[in-house]
């Protein structure tokens, strides 16, 4: 069964401190992408990736950074995690092609405080 | 800008009644229009997609939707809900049909459905 794995499924960090949050899909996707989910304002796009080493911002990629050093692993940064980005991480991968239905991951709900 | 709107942030429903969710997406091109499905505690699911011919879209778990262009809208339907369809319900647009660009989506903010026994 093919999978987007994210690495840690609850994490408690504190305020300023570096935070990264791990994805691997073994699916052999070209493209991955982090969302946040917030209740009502539903999925909004971070960063994504269209291949190794290649990243572009989301709607919403201040406070963020990612890494794509290899084509199974997206890596999203915090540099220095605040309050306001407690939320719900959810990565997901996809083919390119027409098709392109994604594969979610079952997220990481981060709590910064 | 493209965006997608969800009006009914929850809608709850008996079990075995029918079930209708709303999504209106703003979009200049043809769109490529999907619905996922979150249960508690889970990623998201696709449950089907329209890219172009028959507006009716038949997708998994017996959920139908109906693409009207002149209304911009992407509504959901299943005739008899199930108490297992008790989940967070997402309508999402595609653009960006250029490879070096990715294939984003814009969600909507989601519609929360209660089951009642």
């Known amino acids: 069964d093919v999978k987007v794995t994210q690495s840690s499924r609850y994490l408690v960090k504190r305020t300023g401190e570096k935070v990264f949050l791990e994805c691997v899909q073994d699916m052999d996707h070209e493209n991955m992408f982090w969302y946040r989910q917030d209740p009502g304002l539903g999925l909004r796009l971070i960063y994504f990736?269209?291949?190794?080493?290649?990243?572009e911002k989301g709607d919403i990629p201040e406070g963020y950074s990612v890494s794509r050093e290899k084509k199974e692993r997206f890596s999203l940064i915090l540099e220095s995690a605040s309050t306001n980005q407690t939320s719900m991480y959810l990565c997901?991968?996809?083919?390119?092609?027409?098709?392109?239905?994604?594969?979610f991951g079952s997220g990481t709900r981060l709590t910064v405080v | 800008a493209q965006s997608v709107t969800q009006p009914d942030i929850h809608i709850t429903v008996s079990e075995g009644a029918s079930l209708e969710l709303r999504c209106n997406y703003s979009?200049?091109?043809?769109?490529?229009l999907f619905w996922y499905v979150q249960s508690p505690g889970q990623g998201l699911q696709l449950l089907l997609k329209y890219f172009s011919g028959d507006t009716l879209v038949q997708g998994i778990k017996g959920f139908e939707a109906e693409f009207k262009r002149s209304q911009s809208s992407f509504n959901l339907r299943k005739p008899s809900v199930h108490w297992s369809d008790a989940a967070e319900y997402f309508c999402?647009?595609?653009?960006?049909?250029?490879?070096?660009?990715?294939?984003?989506?814009?969600f909507g903010g989601g519609t929360r459905v209660l089951v009642k026994p």
């Open positions: 999402a647009v595609g653009h960006n049909m250029i490879k070096a660009a990715g294939n984003k989506l814009t």
């Open positions: 990736s269209y291949d190794v080493k290649m990243k």
């Open positions: 997901a991968s996809s083919l390119w092609d027409r098709d392109y239905g994604y594969t």
């Open positions: 979009y200049g091109a043809t769109p490529y």
